[in-house]
């Protein structure tokens, strides 16, 4: 497949030292997604919220992506940087999300949701877009390998495996802690991990490309590249088959009588699986290729939600999960690489 690319050449950066601070910003940043994702739809019901109000939220919260995710990309191909601009928004996320501890009906809850994720949404793709300068395996690491003695390129599944180790910290912990019958909790724990966030971003590698001279429609030029049109449509519906599993897993399972120590154990599981895969990435790369990554994460994808929505018991559950490796894992790995080349 010819490369396609709307971003100018980076700057090469220290691989090693890269390696680690992406690790340690993946790692805080799914700390806070292992809380949010499993157990925030829990705080919104302890608030009065019902089930349609709660997929109101979780789908504005989604939408605002839309907007947010280009705008604030375009601001931060303008500029060339990325780091001042993550830290500058992980600021206003804690800065916004403070202001749930105020609100306890729908519209407030609703407005402020909006306000977060504007401003929290676009830092994990700005992440993402410094991984992919820094590999993986474009031609930023061959250009590292003949300028620096065969430097090691970036193994991105291996660096960001480490986010999903802190999520399976942060959602099991969670809910060990939340079995008291308290949810207060999830509050202050999600505001700390907004804390921690904060620090890493500043210890981010000021990676940085050229500012781009492409005019406001240039993304056009890509979506135009056939193949990268079907890559959208084939990554978005996979994605948004997890829809309903993010946002009712925990108050679904919960309502079946499992505890929020077991829920949280299931959301671990299959964190677990999606690390054994990505410690694998570049070599399922290489033998497979972005496309075959994409196309197993959504044969799997149509296995796990036919099964997990007929088929009842811990047992099912525990299989299923399992399959989180290619639904998102698989996918997830297809999408960068696919982007990067």
Known sequence: MPPFRIMPDPVPPDNTRTALRLAFFYGAIFAMIGIHVPFWPVWLAAKGLGPTEIGVVIAASVGIKVISNPLIAHI???????????????????????????????????????????????????????????????????????EQGGAKELDYGRVRLWGSLTFIATAVGTGYFLTDGSTDIIFWVLLSSLALVIVVTLALPPTQAPASTETRFAAFTVIRVPQFGLFLIATALIQASHSVYYGFGT????????????????????????????????????????????LLGGVAGAVRWSVTGTAGGLGFLIIMQALHAFTFAATHLGAIYFISR
């Open 76 to 146: 931060a191909d303008r500029r060339g940087q990325r780091r001042p601009i993550i830290v500058g928004l992980a600021v206003l996320a804690f800065a916004s999300f403070t202001l749930f501890a105020g609100t306890d009906h729908f519209w407030p809850i609703l407005l402020v949701s909006i306000l977060f994720f504007a401003v929290w949404s676009p830092i994990m793709p700005l992440g993402e877009s410094l991984a992919m300068l820094s590999g993986p395996g474009g031609k930023q690491g061959e250009r590292q390998e003949g």
């Open 251 to 294: 108050l679904n399972w919960k309502a079946q009588g499992y505890s929020e120590t077991v829920i949280g154990f299931l959301w671990a599981e299959g964190v677990i699986a999606e690390i054994i895969l990505f410690a694998f990435g570049a070599h399922l790369v290489r033998r497979l290729g972005p496309a075959k990554l994409i």
